[in-house]
């Protein structure tokens, strides 16, 4: 089955700078790969979204890149704002669909 | 966008008592939900994935005759936690969206369970 590692588990930054958080999977039949954003005590949802035929994408400040051959993905905010604190979580699909998600990066912006 | 409805928000009750929770997604029919369960500060662990008029599947390690599951029609599934004790205190949270060609999932607001 797949298996999402997620890296790193908490990352502070100061407001303006980027903020990188990086996925490997184990799954080559993966080919859906969406990054989530969950606010404390409220429901993930989608922030952008990356499928395995393209190797890029963008939307504003926020981007995802993928590379198959390595299995891993990664996600990139730029200018980095207080309100972008929350936990992120990336997920690939079992190949049936079936979203796997990993263990979370708790984003903190620092004014 | 699509929307998914969880409820009840927020339970709290005597172990020993049964606890239905229902996940309807209100402008889109779907086949497959899924349930997951939440610790503090810990990632989503997929419990079941809910079929539509099928047997749910059960994740290794998740007792199915605890965890009930029924998806009766296109728009609602339900979990129930049977017998509820103290350790099955957590978020309990569902999603649903387009399965077949991978896409996102839309999750509901959660069900913060406590037992006392």
């Known amino acids: 089955g797949e298996n999402v590692e997620q890296h790193p588990s908490t990352l502070s930054v100061q407001e303006g700078d980027s903020a990188v958080i990086k996925c490997t999977y184990s799954?080559?039949?993966?080919?859906?790969f969406p990054w989530y954003k969950q606010e404390l005590g409220k429901r993930p949802q989608l922030i952008i979204d990356?499928?395995?035929?393209?190797g890029e994408k963008k939307d504003q400040r926020i981007a995802v890149t993928l590379n198959k051959t390595a299995k891993h993905f990664s996600l990139h905010i730029t200018e980095t704002q207080p309100e972008d604190s929350a936990v992120y979580f990336c997920?690939?699909?079992?190949?049936?669909?079936?979203?796997?998600f990993g263990r979370g990066t708790s984003l903190i912006v620092h004014p | 966008g699509a929307v998914v409805s969880q409820h009840p928000s927020r339970v709290i009750c005597k172990s020993g008592t049964s606890v239905k929770i229902e996940c309807r997604s209100l402008?889109?029919?779907?086949?497959?939900m899924f349930w997951y369960r939440q610790f503090p500060k810990q990632s989503l662990m997929l419990m079941a994935t809910?079929?539509?008029?099928?047997?749910?599947?059960?994740e290794q390690g998740v007792e199915k005759d605890k965890f009930l599951i029924n998806h009766a029609s296109l728009t609602l599934s339900t979990l129930t936690v049977t017998s509820a004790h103290p350790e099955d205190s957590s978020f309990y949270i569902c999603?649903?969206?387009?399965?077949?060609?991978?896409?996102?999932?839309?999750f509901g607001d959660g069900t913060r369970l406590s037992i006392l």
């Open positions: 999603s649903a969206g387009v399965v077949e060609g991978g896409g996102p999932q839309h």
């Open positions: 799954d080559s039949a993966s080919n859906y």
């Open positions: 990356i499928r395995s035929n393209v």
């Open positions: 997920a690939g699909d079992r190949g049936s669909y079936i979203p796997t």
């Open positions: 402008d889109f029919q779907a086949t497959t």
């Open positions: 809910s079929n539509e008029g099928s047997k749910a599947t059960y």
